[in-house]
T-cell receptor, first 112, second 114 residues
Framework: GENVEQHPSTLSVQEGDSAVIKCTYS??????FPWYKQELGKGPQLIID?????GEKKDQRIAVTLNKTAKHFSLHITETQPEDSAVYFC???????????FGTGTSLTVIP | KAGVTQTPRYLIKTRGQQVTLSCSPI?????VSWYQQTPGQGLQFLFE???????NKGNFPGRFSGRQFSNSRSEMNVSTLELGDSALYLC?????????????FGQGTRLTVV
């Protein structure tokens, strides 16, 4: 089955700095890669996603890159703000339904 | 547009009991997936239902079961509860068609088994 690894497990940055979270996957058949943000006491919230036919996608301060050859994808958050503090999960899917394989999460702390 | 609604938000059950959790997907969504989230194992896929049929199943014992109704609402049931079943149970909904449908999660049901 698919195995998704995520690094780092914790990340602290100063407000205004950038944050980068990296994930690798093992199954070359995976073709959809969403990123979720989970705040305390809430369910995961979809923040950005990328499909395997695209190398990069950007939405305001958030961007995701995908390298299919190396089987890794990354989340980039620029100009971080305290409200970006949360746990971030990457996931991979083979588009055969909504079965996602999740990374272990990155706890991001933005220090004011 | 209302989001994914899970009820109840919190549950405390005793070992050996059974429990039923409910999920109402976003209007128009036909796929509902269930996940178990624990500090040790992270987010693990339980099963997915689409148009009342189970489409995928994760690696969980048969004590975990689910169903979906004609209005796309879904329930999951856990029988003979064990202490290790304590977790946040999350439901996600999507249109469910082939073609990279985004999945949206509810706030979860926090189950504590004592």
């Amino acid at each position: 089955g698919e195995n998704v690894e995520q690094h780092p497990s914790t990340l602290s940055v100063q407000e205004g700095d950038s944050a980068v979270i990296k994930c690798t996957y093992s199954d070359s058949a995976s073709n959809y890669f969403p990123w979720y943000k989970q705040e305390l006491g809430k369910g995961p919230q979809l923040i950005i996603d990328i499909r395997s036919n695209v190398g990069e996608k950007k939405d305001q301060r958030i961007a995701v890159t995908l390298n299919k050859t190396a089987k890794h994808f990354s989340l980039h958050i620029t100009e971080t703000q305290p409200e970006d503090s949360a746990v971030y999960f990457c996931a991979a899917s083979k588009n055969t339904g909504n079965q996602f394989y999740f990374g272990t999460g990155t706890s991001l702390t933005v220090i004011p | 547009k209302a989001g994914v609604t899970q009820t109840p938000r919190y549950l405390i059950k005793t070992r050996g009991q059974q429990v039923t959790l409910s999920c109402s997907p976003i209007s128009g969504h036909r796929s509902v997936s269930w996940y178990q989230q624990t500090p040790g194992q992270g987010l693990q896929f339980l099963f997915e239902y689409f148009s009342e049929t189970q489409r995928n199943k994760g690696n969980f014992p048969g004590r975990f079961s689910g169903r979906q109704f004609s209005n796309s609402r879904s329930e999951m049931n856990v029988s003979t509860l064990e202490l290790g079943d304590s977790a946040l149970y999350l439901c996600a909904s999507s249109f469910g068609h082939q073609g990279f449908a985004e999945a949206f999660f509810g706030q979860g049901t926090r189950l504590t088994v004592v």
